[in-house]
């Protein structure tokens, strides 16, 4: 039998933790080839005032210094600069990169006419289009470009944490849902196959408006009654407009790690609701806290805004407060205090 | 037009931020008598060394000392010390007693052959008994011993938090939905009512079971991801629980403030989750923290031990990882890490 090659697209922090895992449970597996591929992107890493690339400085170390530190990584899970030689050395292709840079790779991919692969997505975000305002979910903008099936893995993990303990996944997939859950379900990472991949993926991008709504409640001190009952409106407000972007989706996939989980932990520990948090209780703009960040972009702003512009075209602006108030108060059109809009009637 | 009248029988903590905030708002409630009457079981209160009774020193003071510190109580809530006289000169009454107190308050009330009233029960808990091991609604209870209807109304709500800002409550009514919530719901609390009580008034109880789970797997410093799983997990419990009480229950109730919501907020702030993590972080066992809570009864460790009883009964404890195991914990017969049993297949 011919066993099926991995091959990660993506090696910041979640596509490092997740390779990890695979790679450390693959061997225990019989469809899958033993080594694993993941492609990064190289730059360069200054340790102790000396330069060096990062690919050639995990390749010795077995620490992806910049992004998981501290996690020792196995040795079968093969770093690789060249993106056509990870894709065509793979029958599995599991695609983790920033948001912005999907568009890029894919097309690239596109151009070196490649056999048929299986897709799955771990990102958590939507493209979207200024001009038509629609969404469209990552993994079917995969599907229709390239021609493979594509499914999406979401759930309640923190990168940095992901090693330590057990958590939970869930794949959305309408076709290779048990071959997915086999790769990804390991003693420490217990996954569920639902075929609702809608949900699935927009819960991962719209959680993070939710997210700062909690984290703006919590900077205003408001009571933590008030903070859960907002959490649980703008809850209702993802299962709602992923009804609107897919009249199968089901409403009960929220039960899912990717829905209420995946939610609590944004809203107790993530970034966006620190995010809500900055603005509420210090006054600060999204353009400082992303300067303060980095470089790195906050998702849950540019998924309000996005959402935004959907719903304007909708004409349905009324029947999602939380994310409407949410725009509001990270593009400066309202104050935090207004936050309580969303439980007028 | 006959006007409702109000009577809340109990003046804990729960009872009299409830009472508070009826009170407020039934004078722009055109249905309801504007007095509103509360049982108090009385005692006595030391001030600056003196004693007093504690009905009197709320009259005087329009303050709660022992049970809702802090809060101006209104003068339209009347402190009654007289059982009979509150539930004679009401029309619909609020139960919200400790748990403990209700059988005996119910048979009083029998026996004093009162006119047919409206219910509704704010308690968490349930009747049990050791003898069949079956489990009992609260406000089936008072259905059948009194013959009066008698709604659930449960909600993410801190008693200490109520008074501050805006929370939500569920009630779940087959009979007085709507008068309920025209009682209910203020410019402070929003309420929904369903008509599925089972789930409403036994995630009540239940949670507390799910929130020691969660404050185990933080005590033992376990990563956010797993805790979070574990909560998950607990709350798929509930909703299967509920199911096995009562098989017209609806799954999406979880979806209400009293299902996610109060789950939330017990795992983040509540006392049974603090227990959860006292006992794995010190090794403490639950008569050393009940000691400690001043005789005050922790509500998910009994709840655990009735639910256990019910499981086993119904032979079902493997299907219950998460009850099972915080039972376990609770009663000296396992290690706190065995918390991690629940993601055994």
Chains 1, 2 share one sequence.
Not at 80 to 105: A, G, R, Y
Not at 244 to 271: F, P, W
Request: aromatic content about 6%; some cysteine; glycine content about 6%.
């Amino acid at each position: 039998m011919e066993l099926y090659r991995i091959g990660i697209i993506g090696s910041g922090s979640f596509g490092t933790a997740i390779a990890n895992i695979i790679a450390r449970d693959v061997q225990n597996k019989s469809v899958f080839d033993d080594t694993v591929k993941i492609w990064i992107f190289d730059e360069q890493v200054r340790i102790d005032g000396s330069k060096e690339l990062l690919s050639e400085y995990i390749k010795r170390e077995r620490e992806n210094v910049n992004y998981l530190p501290h996690v020792k990584l196995p040795e079968n899970l093969l770093f690789m600069t060249n993106l056509k030689e990870v894709v065509q050395k793979s029958d599995i292709l599991v695609f983790v990169v920033p948001h912005q840079f999907i568009e890029k790779i894919v097309q690239d991919l596109k151009s070196m006419k490649l056999k048929k692969k299986i897709a799955c997505s771990l990102m958590k975000g939507t493209l979207f289009s200024e001009e038509t305002a629609e969404i469209v979910l990552i993994s079917n903008y995969i599907e229709k470009e390239l021609g493979w099936p594509c499914s999406a893995v979401m759930g309640a993990n923190i990168a940095s944490e992901m090693h330590k303990s057990v958590c939970e996944m869930t794949i959305g997939s309408r076709t290779d849902g048990d071959l997915l859950k086999q790769l990804f379900n390991t003693p420490q990472v217990k996954v569920n196959v639902v075929r609702d991949k809608t949900s699935v993926e927009l819960f991962g991008a719209l959680k993070n408006i939710v997210a700062i709504a909690f984290g703006v409640a919590r900077g205003l001190q408001l009571s933590i009654n008030t903070q859960v009952s907002i959490m649980r409106r703008g809850m209702l407000e993802m299962i709602e407009f992923v009804k609107m972007v897919d009249k199968n989706a089901d409403k009960l996939t929220i039960l899912e790690s990717c829905g209420i989980a995946d939610l609590m932990v944004s809203c107790i520990t993530g970034r966006n609701a620190g995010c809500g948090t900055a603005i509420a209780s210090k006054g600060l703009t999204i353009e400082k806290i992303e300067e303060d960040m980095k470089g790195q972009k906050l998702q849950g702003t540019l998924c309000a805004y996005e959402v935004m512009m959907y719903l304007r075209k909708k004409n349905v602006v009324d029947k999602f407060p939380v994310f409407a108030t949410v725009y509001g108060i990270c593009y400066g059109k309202m104050d935090s205090n207004q936050i309580l809009k969303v439980f007028e009637e």
